[in-house]
């Protein structure tokens, strides 16, 4: 820390990062990074951390650090994971979800525009990654991942105003910075495009559901637990429960363990779960074998009832009060015959017929990108 004022008073202005003996300056945006090269051992790679000064006060009587995870890309063949390093750096890490929550409870965790740039520091990654796939390693199909509106939509899709905290400012905050996140994807995707050949090569972009906002968390297990067909013990289920669920998203397998077999009545139970406006939360409940695929049977190990919420309502696993209202705004998982949860289906390029499909199964787009390729479509992919 450095005072730069000639003025007998210690007012620390400026901050700089120490390591090994240089000291390397912050961003404009207050973020810096420090990475070393490990070689010789099983784990050999760049490794590298993301990090920010939140705050200081002049005195440094108080100094808030965001510390980052320390990471590394986990590259395969080595000669191609040295071309990523050399291209894009090392493994920036995922955007910090809990961080951003912290601060919206007050505390002082990331803000939106920080989130952003982590948004924005994987995304570019991951583009550099895949330009240098393009430009370096010989391949039929690459797939390439661009996670920036998925991440963004899950904690800011904040468009109910019955949302926690969804004020007016809030949710214009949100709203441009899913606004960023549309931008930093096109962005991606004028990259890749720029570095094919358009009459040899083919581009499909696509994504596997849409995102749906939420405002209430339903917590499986503890309505279980309220009625008696899952036990707690000291704030979990305990192992002699009879009754347990898994949920992700909108959706929740729930097992039973042993006799005697009441999934009928924790089919209704769940049927008739309601919210305080008198809303109902599952959608549909079934159990295992009654699904509504005939030519598609349940997996083994699908649970002995799946269940599936209404786009507003996000699933978990915890207990406790048997509704809350999450510090996250979007989710996924529930029926895809919802409108909200269709997906994108962009092509271009060698063999791509112009015009417009209103709509397409999500199952038919590993058939329509095999006879791009000119090979047979997956069995059974439909």
Do not use: C
Not at 189 to 203: F, K, N, Q, Y
Request: charged share 20%; net charge negative; aromatic share 8%.
């Amino acid at each position: 820390a450095y005072d730069t004022t000639d003025d007998a008073t210690p007012n620390y202005d400026t901050l700089r990062v120490e390591m090994d003996s240089a000291e390397l300056p912050r961003n404009s945006d207050g973020w810096f990074a420090v990475q070393r090269l490990v070689a010789g051992g099983l784990y050999d790679g760049l490794y590298g951390s993301w990090s920010k000064v939140l705050h200081h006060d002049a005195s440094l009587r108080s100094v808030t650090l965001y510390w980052g995870a320390v990471s590394r890309s986990e590259v395969y063949p080595d000669t191609f994971r040295l071309t990523v390093e050399a291209r894009a750096g090392f493994w920036p890490g995922l955007p910090d979800e809990n961080s951003v929550r912290d601060r919206l409870r007050g505390g002082e965790g990331l803000s939106t525009a920080d989130f952003m740039v982590q948004v924005k520091r994987l995304s570019d990654y991951l583009t550099r990654a895949a330009l240098a796939a393009i430009e370096t390693m010989p391949f039929d199909l690459l797939l390439a991942y661009q996670p920036a509106i998925d991440q963004t939509e899950h904690q800011f899709l904040m468009t109910l105003p019955t949302q926690l905290h969804a004020t007016p400012g809030n949710r214009a905050e949100a709203a441009e910075a899913r606004a960023v996140a549309f931008r930093m994807f096109d962005g991606a995707v004028a990259a890749v495009t720029s570095s094919i050949d358009v009459e040899r090569d083919a581009l499909v972009v696509t994504g596997d559901h849409g995102v749906a906002p939420v405002e209430l968390e339903v917590r499986v297990n503890a309505v279980l637990a309220e009625q008696g067909y899952a036990k707690s013990e000291g704030g979990s289920l305990a192992d002699d429960t009879r009754w347990a669920a898994y949920a992700t998203g909108q959706v929740a397998h729930l097992y039973r363990f042993h006799d005697p077999d009441d999934s009928d009545a924790v089919v209704k139970l769940l049927t008739d779960l309601r919210t305080s406006d008198g809303a109902p939360v599952f959608e549909q409940a079934v159990k295992r074998g009654n699904r509504l695929h005939p030519h598609h049977p349940d997996h083994p190990h699908t649970g002995d009832i799946v269940a599936y919420a209404w786009p507003r309502f996000a699933l978990s696993t915890a207990l406790g009060e048997r509704f809350a209202r999450p510090l996250y705004y979007g989710q996924h998982g529930a029926l895809n015959t919802h409108r909200e949860l269709d997906t994108i289906l962009a092509a271009g390029g060698a063999g791509v017929a112009a015009g417009r499909i209103p709509q397409l199964r999500q199952t038919a787009v590993a058939p329509y990108i095999a006879a791009l390729l000119g090979i047979e479509p997956p069995r059974d992919a439909e």
